[in-house]
């Protein structure tokens, strides 16, 4: 946002082009400077395909429900030109708090934050307020397994069971913020999981259960194909 990528090539030789996709560079070492003047955030490429399946537009009303710390928040600012309003919440207060900080180094101006857990907690009357939203996306907790190259503990911690455990809970989470969204508004719902059960049949469950939910579109990365993390996205439109 606060840059363009020729400025910044310029000013930090060392970034390396990516040939498939021009939003990113990868540099060898941590690009110190970069990140704490706010000119780029470090995350996987695979973290942007989630955000243009929402394709926000600038203006419009966004609702980040499981936000922090706020890779993609910034990145959907950046395609609103930092126009309109992002509601990023999660219910973790502290990743909140380093979502906050992330967003004022890289100079977002259209993001509020407010800490809730879609499961437990009744929907603020500040998030209501400023409801109903444009689009809405639920980048939702789960298993990791798209980043295991990146967690290497995590084949040693994961059970059969928590995947369903897994399900339960996203589900819970899309049924709670479903209400926040404006008819003919989309969704996208997104995971940095590899499982079936908490991509394919969450997006099979909410479909059964709800008919005012159309499927629009589809996309996912696998690390050993694409070479990036893996990721899954699903757009939904809520039709009334
Ligand atoms: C995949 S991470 C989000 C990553 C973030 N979108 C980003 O791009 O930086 C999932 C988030 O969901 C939050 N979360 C888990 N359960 C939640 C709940 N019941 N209500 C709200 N947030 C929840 C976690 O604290 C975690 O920050």
Redesign the pocket.
Known sequence: MKIGRENFLQLYPDARHLSRNDEFVAFETFPKAAVENGHCYVQDPS?TIACRLLDPQPGEKLL??????????GYLAELMQNRGLIVA????AE?LALLDENMKRMGTAIVETFP?????DPVLEKIAAAALFDRVLI????TNTGVMRRRVDLRWRLTPADFKRMQK?QLE?VRAVLPLLRAGGALVYST?SLEPEENEEVVEALLDEMSILRAQQEKRSLPFRDGFDGAYAVRLLKTR
């Open positions: 973290t980040d429900a499981c936000a922090a710390p706020g890779g993609k928040t919440c999660d219910r973790a990743r809730i857990d879609w499961i437990r980048d939702a907790p789960c809970r989470i940095c």
